[in-house]
């Protein structure tokens, strides 16, 4: 049975300094997890800078799809993995270019290290042989040093590993290495995306959904727990609370003035995401609000909506427009989800003319006269908690 090799190139971490051996050893735990769960059975050998899988064929998807998730790696390629001889470095040399030729590619070229001193060429001389074989084997493929359409990489370490250009990695810092955030998250588009983001800056995750039964339908509840678990996906797994909010939202409608009413829900939903923090050990809050993208996000009703939270607040996104936020959602697989149409509660009672700079104090005295906290204890004691994404055999729900 034949046996593949990939090659992980960790990117960012290599700048961490002292702090290098905490995150290698967070990813690899991370990696381990993903594995375990996605391919049982493959190995992983660590190396400075680099780790290694090896799988067997039939396992191979299920490496690539771990690869294509794990959070915290520059890149990664399927590798050839070869005895040190000149002999065996250069059949596979003439391999990958044979990779590059079938993709279309004319130009190439080879870089090499060579770890490993005792290997009879040195980093010179194997790109030298390298390109030569190459372009003896296909001629339409030319050596080019500047701006090569390909690139295959030779090293010389305990084997000779030699491999082709290989994919873009996720990039960021392992999920685990910077605390814990609650997401606030809706059926949207958006903020999945800040979730994924700040998965991406190494924080573990947990999620809330206010929901508003029965003016929220079951699909819109179904949508966003498949949102979590994709996001769950990157985040090495989230709970979910599913928090009902009809009561609260019916208390608001009954007893403001209809413009306020988005932002005195935004300011119930910090008020309970706060509350639920003491139980998921979260050191913030984290929205998928963009500055002035609709009404209850200019930047006096952000100020209002905040002053109701007990922790900060991150928004990964104030400052990106939506095309852009788009793509974010389509690169992390959340669109197509985020697109079904069922709507979350907010939609459902939003004024048709919104407040646009409300004051913290007037929000203050608006929010006070709703008494609300009877009503917010008991949503909170009565949420429904869910394992979304976890990779753990088991309990793992594959988004
Ligand atoms: P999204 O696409 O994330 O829904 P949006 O642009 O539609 O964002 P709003 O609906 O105004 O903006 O919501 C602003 C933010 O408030 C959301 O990004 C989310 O973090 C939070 N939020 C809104 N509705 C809910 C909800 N039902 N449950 C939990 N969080 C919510
Ligand atoms: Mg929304």
């Not at 995150?23 to 059975?41: K, Q």
């Not at 685990?176 to 997401?183: E, H, I, Y």
């Not at 958006?190 to 699909?219: I, K, N, W």
Request: one cysteine or more; hydrophobic letters at 40%.
């Amino acid at each position: 049975m034949s046996e593949r090799t990939y090659l992980i190139k960790l990117g960012e971490l290599t700048l961490k300094g002292g702090n290098l051996e905490s995150f290698e050893h967070i990813l690899r735990r991370n990696l381990v997890t993903m594995l375990r769960a996605r391919s049982p059975g493959s190995r992983i050998e660590t190396r400075p800078g680099r780790f290694y899988i090896r799988c067997e064929e039939e396992a191979a998807a299920g490496v690539e799809e771990v690869l294509s998730r794990l959070i915290g790696i520059s890149g990664w390629a399927r590798a050839e993995r070869r005895e040190k001889t000149v002999d065996a470095v250069l059949a596979a040399c003439v391999e990958e270019g044979k990779a590059l030729w079938e993709a279309g590619c004319t130009s190439f070229k080879v870089i090499a290290r060579r770890a490993d001193k005792s290997f009879p060429l040195n980093s010179h001389e194997i790109c030298c042989a390298g390109g030569d074989a190459i372009s003896g084997a296909f001629p339409e493929l030319r050596v080019q040093v500047k701006n090569p359409q390909g690139i295959i990489s030779v090293e010389i370490r305990e084997k000779a590993y030699i491999f082709g250009p290989g994919k873009k990695g996720r990039r960021g810092l392992p999920v685990g290495s910077a605390g814990r955030g609650l997401l606030l998250l809706s059926g949207g588009i958006d903020s999945p995306v800040a979730g994924c983001l700040m998965a991406g800056r190494g924080m573990g995750l947990d999620a809330v959904y206010f929901h508003t039964p029965p003016y929220t339908s079951q699909e819109a509840l179904d949508k966003t727990i498949r949102l979590a678990e994709i996001i769950g996906s990157y985040a090495m797994g989230i709970h979910l609370y599913i928090v009902n909010f009809t009561a609260v939202q019916k208390r608001i409608a009954e007893k403001s003035p209809a413009e306020w009413t988005t932002v005195l829900l935004r300011m119930a939903m910090m008020d309970a995401a706060s509350s639920i923090t003491r139980r998921t050990r979260a050191k913030c809050l984290i929205t998928g609000e963009s500055l002035s993208q609709v009404a209850s996000q200019t930047i006096e009703n952000l100020t209002c909506t905040e002053s109701r939270a007990r922790l900060p607040v991150l928004r990964p996104l104030i400052g990106i427009d939506k095309e852009a936020i788009t793509s974010l959602a389509k690169d992390f697989g959340t669109y197509e989800t985020s697109i079904l149409p069922f709507a979350d509660c907010c939609v459902l009672f939003s004024p048709v003319h919104p407040v646009l700079r409300g004051t913290v104090n007037e929000a203050a005295a608006l929010y006070e006269r709703l008494e609300l906290s009877g009503l917010l204890y008991e949503a909170l004691t009565t949420a429904e908690i869910r394992r979304c994404g976890y990779y753990e055999q088991g309990l793992s729900s594959r988004p």
